[in-house]
């Protein structure tokens, strides 16, 4: 299926897990994709060069997420690069689990900047060409961790519900432009993020409380980000769809 075919899309944090398997999808379904990572150039710009020789244009771009600057820059040259931009995934985030007791400011701080403040700093560029374009679908990836809590992770869990909020509000400034946003909420995904899962039997015992019965994949979430993205999503904003195997029922 060419779901996206001649869009543009940005995804933050596109060099491994998530954000992987969301450029991935969308290239395979026929968009162009600009992607960021922090640090992993080799890995980014293999993707980039695998992904190109299929015929569409994909380009990796080191930007730090949560410096204001450097997504000011990065949004710049995407535009010079792709000409426009139809479609932004704020993917890039990081976790620094610690029960409140022991979590430093520092930790709370490196948590918001990343997962928070780089929502408002790369949204507010891209919705420059979607108004003009009167068309654009932003995705944010927050987390069932948003929805519910959980024990040790305060900070993640502010800024994943913090997200949440973002969306909403986004979804009700924008709507009369035709620019549309909505927020994925995943559950247990195999990632690096996750690597924790793969000690012991933990992976196990998670998927033994998952209604579906197994942790999900970064091809799971991208499916989402897929629908979401495309027009058969055309009249749904605001919303946030949890892809979590039924984890959070
Ligand atoms: P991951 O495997 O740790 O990958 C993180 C990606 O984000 C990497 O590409 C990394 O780049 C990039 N990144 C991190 N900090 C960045 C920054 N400041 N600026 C730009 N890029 C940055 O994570 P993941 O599991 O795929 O998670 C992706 C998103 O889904 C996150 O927002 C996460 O909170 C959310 N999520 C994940 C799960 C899960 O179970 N995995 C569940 C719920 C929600 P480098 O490769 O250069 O480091």
Request: glycine content about 10%; charged content about 20%; some cysteine.
């Amino acid at each position: 299926m060419n779901l996206l075919a001649n869009k543009v899309a940005i995804v933050t944090g596109g060099s491994r897990g998530i954000g992987e398997g969301i450029v991935r999808l969308f290239a395979g379904n026929g968009a162009n994709v600009a992607f960021t990572y922090l640090s992993s150039s080799t890995k980014a710009d293999a993707i980039a060069e695998e992904l190109s020789a299929t015929g569409v244009k994909v380009k990796a771009y080191q930007c730090d997420a949560g410096d204001y600057a450097a997504t000011e820059q990065f949004a710049a040259a995407v535009i010079k690069d792709f000409g426009t931009v139809d479609i932004c995934v704020n993917n890039a985030g990081i976790s620094k689990d610690n029960l409140l007791l022991r979590l430093s400011a520092e930790q709370w701080d490196d948590v918001m900047q990343a997962n928070l403040k780089s929502l408002y700093n790369l949204t507010k560029q891209v919705i420059k060409p979607m108004m003009k374009a009167r068309a654009g679908s932003i995705i944010n990836l927050s987390s069932i961790v948003g929805l519910k809590g959980n024990a040790g992770q305060s900070a993640y869990a502010a800024s994943k519900a913090g997200i949440i909020g973002f969306t909403k509000s986004i979804a009700q400034e924008l709507g009369s432009r035709n620019i549309r946003c909505n927020a994925i909420a995943p559950g247990f995904i195999e990632t690096d993020m996750t690597h924790y899962l793969k000690d012991g039997d933990a992976a196990q015992k998670w998927a033994e409380k998952i209604p579906l019965g197994r942790l999900g994949t970064t091809e799971d979430i991208a499916q989402a980000a897929l629908f979401l993205a495309s027009d058969h999503s055309r009249y749904i904003t605001g919303q946030v769809l949890s892809v979590c195997g039924g984890m959070n029922m």
